[in-house]
């Protein structure tokens, strides 16, 4: 189980930051956990860019 979970969190690290591990994608043991990370970590940085372009077009309080 905590291999799991230190690969998703790998996974998430690397999908914030919008890279992939070839090799860590591929793991038979680990491997779902590190994409389901990456998936993951893509939409929270998506949602953080689209939040911070939102406040942008807002206009100031």
Do not use: C, K, N
């Amino acid at each position: 189980m905590e291999d799991a979970l230190a690969a998703y969190a790998a996974g998430h690290a690397d999908g914030t930051a919008g890279l992939r591990s070839l090799a860590r994608s591929e793991d038979p043991a680990t491997g779902p956990d590190y994409r389901v990370g990456v998936a993951d970590g893509s939409v929270a940085a998506f949602q953080a860019e689209l939040i911070a372009e939102i406040r942008r077009l807002l206009p100031p309080d």
